[in-house]
């Protein structure tokens, strides 16, 4: 046995310490109070950031194919009255959705911006049925040469006043006299008209678009389509002496999926805070702009990028953020030339008044993902940190321990020699 251990000897890698090696010094000792107070501090904060739970972002191709992308508004306009609000979705892929009433509702404002009424998802509806339900048994109204509808529980027939205005939009006239037609002049149209003229409107609700390129917009009379144009019937909005203009407030406005309804944030938290707490911010919420011209136009040009958020109980959130720039268009002054600075500027397109909602869809996915560090990750660190520790202490206590060394050695031959050149002289 002795002889088999002392063959292993040569290969010894932890050599035994020498003697001079164990003198104890003060130096050393506050040195390993430090050091054991670095190893302290450090394993504790490893063991704190082991413990978090750490949103590790990534960025993707986004790969979803016929999804539909969910716009949450809620806008205010002081200064046009609900009636005239039209809500119109056109995108690349060619589809046109014209005066939107589906998931939104019109609100009435008083001057001083506070509701009249409950919301609504029609203008000027509340006593139309009633109305409707009036009228004779059989009773067809006339259309008044506007296009007819061609569905509903009367079909070819106009009952109402809003239908006769519809058959009008449909033919691409202009509903210019409602006190010529007999349905509005039954149901006082002109009355409410007036009531209606200084009142303000909020539109509030959701839109769903398709994934692509488009836009949709809020501007003022009917629209519909005429020699494959979009058209706005434009002269119920600036007929009459009433000055409406198109400034607004965003109280807010933001981009989801269909699927975040879905999403039951931790402890009960609803979805637009839990998108608060994430760090998901809508750069339009609060935004205010206000104009003194009626022919004015405001365009908002978004990039929305496709977010998810994966949680370590499973749990996703798929969302939508979104930048964008604003650009504003006075359109009665709509003149080619140069500007005050000396720039020539032309417009490629008359335009209309309106708030305009430009969108691109963004073809990557930004995807946070909870993630939590291993216990072999923590382990290790807290091996690196005590092992760090302690080497670079012994490093400098070596250092220093030598040199005090040095040092007393230098002084002790200095005095010697001093001795023998004393000796010498005398």
Known sequence: MGRRFTSVKGIDAFGKTMEDVKIKTGFGGLLTL???????????????????????????????????????????????????????????????????????????????????????????????????????????????????????????????????????????????????????????????????SEEGCN????????????????????????????????????????????????????????TEEEFVGKGGMGVEETKRSLGIVNPLDGLSAHTEESNYMFQMFLKVVSTKFSFLDGRELNTHQYSVTQYERDLSNNKNGKDAQGHQTTHGYAGVPGLFFNYEISPLMVIHREERQSFAHFLTSTCAIVGGILTMASLIDSFVYAGRNRLKQGGVKQGLGMAAAQGKFL
């Open 203 to 258: 539109v509030a609700g959701k839109v769903r678009v398709n994934k692509v390129i488009g836009n949709f917009h809020l501007s003022p009379g009917r629209s519909f389509q005429a020699n494959a144009m979009h058209v706005h019937d434009l002269v119920p909005y600036l007929q009459g002496g009433n000055k409406h203009d198109f400034g607004h407030r965003i109280n807010h406005f933001s981009f989801s999926s269909e």
């Open 34 to 196: 430090v050091s054991l107070s670095l190893i302290l501090s450090l394993t504790i904060y490893e063991f704190v950031d082991y413990r978090r739970v750490h949103m590790e972002p990534s960025i993707v191709v986004d790969r979803s194919r016929g999804e539909k992308l969910v716009v949450n508004l809620n806008i205010d306009f002081p200064r046009v009255p609900c009636y005239l609000l039209s809500v119109d979705i056109m995108d690349i892929s060619g589809e046109h959705q014209n005066d939107v009433n589906h998931d939104m509702s019109k609100t009435r404002l008083s001057k001083d911006g506070t509701p009249i009424q409950a919301p609504k998802g029609k203008e000027l509806a509340g006593d139309l049925e009633r109305i409707s339900t009036q009228k004779a048994e059989g009773y067809c109204g006339t259309c008044y040469g506007g296009t007819p509808p061609t569905e509903g529980p009367n079909p070819g027939c106009c009952n109402s006043c809003e239908e006769v205005r519809e058959a009008y939009v449909r033919r691409g006239w202009s509903f210019v006299n409602p006190d010529s037609v007999e349905q509005c002049v039954s149901e006082g149209w002109t009355d409410k008209i007036k009531e209606q």
